[in-house]
């Protein structure tokens, strides 16, 4: 079978590609948490106009009722309702087939994702307790910073409630195989609907790692071009946090991109076969770390295979092995964050 890789979603428009088409649409609840914010409200906005989305559930701890408002009256199927502050969660949450959760501060100019850290890491043991009681067989998908740690304290958190499953936890990093897609076919004047560039690792500063080797279709790069392109995707979110000058990270291409990965969940919960992305789950991939970044494919229950790498150049090896010290620190944190509390 052919691999589709990132599900339907192209570089086209997501309505227009999605309306061309009419598969069958079973009941679908997502909820967003953090749904008020930068990436929550576009993020809201693309689920609005998802085809296999019935239902889009938006909570946060403030200004969210006005953002439902406004989204309830684009005439597109999905039924938007609104929740606001911790004793209104269980309600959004009862009955989500996929949680996304942006929720969360985000980076300012001089920060790396792990300063992040103290703030967001409570925040999504918070929401994730709330996910583990009230719908504990849904699909979790984090866009919450950092990446690297947050995931790991999701799955401490739903382990300790006796309700983990680890084909059910995702990190999203669509963004970064977004960013790469993108860069790689601008500069290699490919068609950029059908470049696709697998994004390994994780999604901070040097786990980031793009396996250029292995972009479709195949394409060559000089060592300087391979080293460039690799540090100008690694790169990607802090010259948006620093074009943003204080205001916020990215939030648009970020909200693109979780939709992507939101699109391709769906295929795949409803059965959708060869739906492929790039995201950070549990994985025994890699033997020095527990949860890493490569291409999953996603089907009925979530994460059907985590796919292995296939072959790295002599670049990519030694980026690799550079960079695990740091992702598995950056995992440790999250861990312990639950095991041993501070
Ligand atoms: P933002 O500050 O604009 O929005 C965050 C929202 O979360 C706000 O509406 C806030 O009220 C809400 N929030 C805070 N605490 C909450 C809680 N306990 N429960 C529910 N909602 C809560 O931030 P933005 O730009 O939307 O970024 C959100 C997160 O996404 C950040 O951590 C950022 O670093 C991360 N991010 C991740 C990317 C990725 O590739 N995975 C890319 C870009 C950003």
Do not use: W
Not at 26 to 34: C, I, N, S, T, W
Not at 118 to 131: H, K
Request: aromatic content about 4%.
């Amino acid at each position: 079978a052919t691999q589709r890789v990132g599900g339907r979603v192209s570089a086209a428009p997501i309505v227009s590609r999605v309306s061309r088409r009419s598969l069958r649409c079973e009941a679908r609840k997502v909820a967003l948490l953090g749904a008020a914010g930068g990436i929550g409200q576009p993020l809201a906005l693309l689920l609005k106009m998802n085809k296999f989305a019935t239902e889009l559930a938006l909570y946060d701890i403030a200004n969210v009722v006005g953002v439902a408002a406004d989204l309830s009256h684009c005439n597109t199927p999905v039924e938007v309702t609104a929740y606001t502050g911790p004793e209104e969660l269980g309600a959004c949450l009862k009955g989500a087939d996929l949680v996304v959760i942006p929720a969360g501060v985000p980076r300012k100019p001089g920060m790396t994702r792990d300063d992040l850290f103290n703030t967001n890491a409570g925040i999504v043991q918070a929401l994730i307790q709330a996910v583990g009681k009230h719908c504990p067989q849904a699909v979790i998908e984090i866009i919450t910073n950092p990446v690297n740690s947050t995931v790991p304290i999701a799955a401490e958190t739903l382990k300790s409630m006796g309700v983990y499953d680890p084909k059910k936890l995702i990190g999203v990093t669509s963004l970064d195989i977004v960013r790469a897609n993108t860069f790689v076919s601008k500069e290699k004047g490919l068609d950029m609907k059908d470049t696709d560039v697998p994004v390994i690792g994780g999604h901070a500063g040097a786990t980031i790692l793009p396996l250029l080797s292995q972009t479709t279709p195949p394409t060559s790069f000089t060592d300087a071009e391979k080293k460039a392109m690799t540090e100008k995707i690694q790169n990607a979110g802090t010259v948006v946090v620093e074009a943003k000058a204080g205001k916020g990270s990215a939030t648009l291409s970020m909200a693109y991109a979780a939709a992507r990965m939101a699109e391709s969940t769906l295929l795949g919960l409803n059965g959708e076969p060869n739906i492929y992305e790039c995201a950070f789950v549990q994985s025994d991939v890699v033997a020095e770390v527990p949860f890493f970044a490569s291409k999953v494919l996603l089907g009925p229950h979530g994460v059907a295979k985590v796919m292995g790498l296939g072959e790295l150049d002599a670049f990519e090896q030694a980026a690799l092995a550079s960079m695990l010290p740091q992702l598995k620190a950056e995992i440790q944190k999250g861990l312990d964050f639950v095991k041993n509390p501070p």
